[in-house]
């Protein structure tokens, strides 16, 4: 179970079941009737099939709870928490159809991994219905903290859903931490000797499981000759961004820390910023916003810093395919990355990985990016301090080709161990292992309105 918005959860899902084979099942791109049905995406190694959300479900389930309520929420910007009625309804309406959909198809043996904050309570809908499958979790974002959980109109229901799994994986060991504050804080919890928990009369585990890429595939794609993505128009020495059109990346604070960098490069030096970040999620106000205020800052910066030949700032408001954004990674001098909140940031592995290792790039990273937690060896950064990033540009453009490398072994050492096909048969390992769901006594009986019937 997986979204379909293209982004690294979808990359990383499409990479594991790629190797593992399965079935996908995910949100149609276009809209539809809100029925049980489900129709099959394209050919590729794995079985898709896809549901279609109405128009309404769309505004109120995606958009709505998911996007405006649970992703600011989980991204410590409870200050744009939407709160609606209509969409947590939408939410756990929607939940509740996809369970009826999964609970037909599923075999008693199948292992049922289900993936993000749009389906957090979807195994409480799959376990009303009688599934006693192996349910495993995965939340592609950041674990909320315990006081944000308040926003939320029953934060008590947080804890329930997710207890309802046999598996919950997190991005971090600081994200699990935050979630094992959460059940220490429940007294419907109690610690168990093995380090599960008990929630009421389930038993639930938890753990890090830090998602990767498919690094030999991206490295190839990196080294691969090809032409010169950047054509006649190709900058001399510059540093990359790429990131989703999103609040939580930083991107306003890397353009103003870029901007002071340029008021203190030595003389004659001209580098570049190409900054790549894709549309998403534009009918949420919050991005409408963030995206008015990117254009405006890269203009004035543009405008005070540009000559005729020479362009500081190349804001692409576009994706780029894969294998060329492999090659403008190879050929980067740096890569930033500003996440003020991130469960990972596959960014930073994809650059590592697409690096040249006896002429390597240096990786800029947040250090509230989940990947900080084990890629100590980058230059780890202060998003919310511009003179600090500032500076760290300044760093990477000089640093000497040895400590360089040094970094960059270090780095991709990580980026091996977490591989996302290590990624994935980790999680299912361990799920595997999970003791079939014993449906309590009170769920069995229980008579759950089923409109197909």
Not at 51 to 62: D, G, K, S, V, W
Not at 91 to 114: F, K, Q, T
Not at 373 to 380: F, P, R, S, V, W
Request: glycine share 6%; with cysteine; net charge negative.
């Amino acid at each position: 179970m997986g979204e379909s918005i293209s982004g690294g959860l979808v990359v990383a899902l499409h990479d594991a079941l790629g190797c593992s084979g399965g079935i996908w099942i995910g949100a149609h791109p276009d809209p539809g009737d809100g029925d049980d049905s489900l129709e099959e995406l394209g050919t590729s190694p794995y079985q898709r099939l896809a549901f279609r959300l109405t128009e309404e479900e769309q505004n109120n389930y995606y958009l709505g709870y998911a996007n405006s309520v649970l992703w600011p929420l989980c991204h410590r910007r409870g200050d744009l928490v939407e709160m609606r009625s209509e969409y947590e309804t939408s939410y756990r309406a929607v939940n509740a159809r996809i369970a009826r959909i999964v609970s037909r198809i599923a075999e008693p043996e199948d292992l049922i991994w289900v993936h993000d904050y749009h389906f957090l309570p979807l195994a409480t809908e799959m376990r009303a219905r009688g599934l006693r499958n192996r349910i495993g979790f995965f939340l592609h974002i950041p674990f909320p903290a315990l006081g944000d959980l308040s926003v939320l109109s029953q934060p008590e229901r947080f804890a329930d859903d997710l207890a309802h799994y046999d598996l919950v994986g997190l991005q971090t060991r600081s994200d699990v931490a935050r979630c094992l504050e959460m059940y220490r804080a429940d007294p419907r919890a109690e610690f168990m000797p093995d380090g599960s928990i008990k929630f009421l009369d389930r038993f639930t585990s938890v753990r890090s499981f830090p998602i990767g890429i498919d690094t030999k595939g991206f490295a190839a794609d990196a080294a691969q000759e090809a032409v010169n993505p950047f054509g006649r128009e190709e900058p001399g020495s510059y540093i990359i961004g790429v990131d989703r059109l999103d609040y939580s990346k930083g991107l306003p604070n890397r353009f103003r820390a870029f901007a002071r960098y340029l008021e203190t490069r030595p003389e004659g030096v001209r580098p570049c910023l190409v900054q790549i970040a894709p549309p998403t999620r534009q009918q949420v106000r919050a991005y409408q916003d963030i995206t008015r205020e990117l254009e405006e800052i890269a203009g004035h910066v543009n405008g005070a810093f540009a000559e005729l030949d020479w362009t500081p700032i190349r804001y692409i408001h576009r994706a780029v395919p894969r294998a060329e954004l492999a090659r403008l990674y190879r050929k980067a001098r740096a890569c930033l990355v500003t996440s003020y909140a991130d469960g990972m940031n596959l960014v930073a592995k994809e650059y590592v990985a697409a690096q040249d290792p006896e002429n390597p790039g240096v990786l800029l990273l947040s250090r509230f990016a989940g990947a900080a937690e084990d890629m100590t060896e980058a230059l780890q950064i202060n998003p919310y301090d511009v003179e600090e990033v500032s500076a760290a540009i300044a760093a990477a453009f000089d640093m000497p080709l040895a400590e360089r490398k040094r970094r960059h072994a270090a780095c991709l050492e990580i980026v091996k161990k977490t591989d996302v096909t290590i990624w994935s048969t980790d999680f299912l390992r361990v799920l595997m292992r999970c003791k079939p769901f014993a449906v309590p006594e009170y769920l069995g009986m229980r008579s759950i309105p089923d409109p197909a019937l």
